[in-house]
């Protein structure tokens, strides 16, 4: 029975750096090679959260020293960041970072309408910045004849 004991006490301790670390390490080169930028925000996410994790310990170390369950707290909250049956990172990003932090400025001009921001909000910023580009040389008008003529092209084939 001790050995067991000094398992469960030790839980996060063993399975901790599987989970905070060799799991999204692997997951985070998965995604570089992957073609889908879904992944690589669930991953880019999880890391930025991590790093505030461990900055935060690092502040309240005295403060989260008298806390016998913080290991096992953020143990939990790691697994519901990192499971792929939560996506927790990409659910904090979408709900709460991505509201508060745009990066990359192009889409917050005003000369765009709310729908056309909508549009390229959706884009990577690689593509929105070379939509952005095209716009501004040939006009918005351009671009979405452009689009209709993929689109009807699409359904000949």
């Known amino acids: 029975m001790g050995v067991l004991a000094v398992i469960a006490k030790r839980l996060d ?3 901790g750096p599987g989970v905070m670390f060799l799991y999204p ?3 985070s080169m998965r995604a570089i090679e992957s073609p889908s930028t879904l992944d690589d925000r ?3 996410t999880y890391w930025i959260m991590c790093s505030f994790i ?3 310990e690092l502040s309240c170390y005295k403060i989260l020293a008298w806390l016998p369950f ?3 707290v953020k143990l939990l909250f790691c697994l519901w960041l990192v499971l792929p049956k939560f996506h927790g990172a990409a659910y904090i990003y979408a709900n709460y970072i991505r509201k508060y932090v745009k990066i990359g400025g192009l889409v917050g001009s005003s000369k765009y309408t709310e729908g056309q921001k909508k549009v390229l909000e959706m884009m990577s910023f ?3 910045k ?3 580009q095209y716009v501004d040389k040939y006009g918005w008008e351009t671009l979405e004849r452009a689009i209709k003529a993929a689109e009807r092209e699409a359904k000949k084939r």
Do not use: G, K, M, S
Request: glycine share 0%; charged share 15%.
């Open 25 to 27: 390490l692997y997951e």
């Open 70 to 72: 913080w290991p096992y």
């Open 42 to 44: 669930q991953w880019l």
């Open 13 to 15: 301790a063993l399975v």
């Open 130 to 132: 070379l939509v952005i």
């Open 126 to 128: 690689d593509a929105r």
């Open 54 to 56: 461990t900055l935060f």
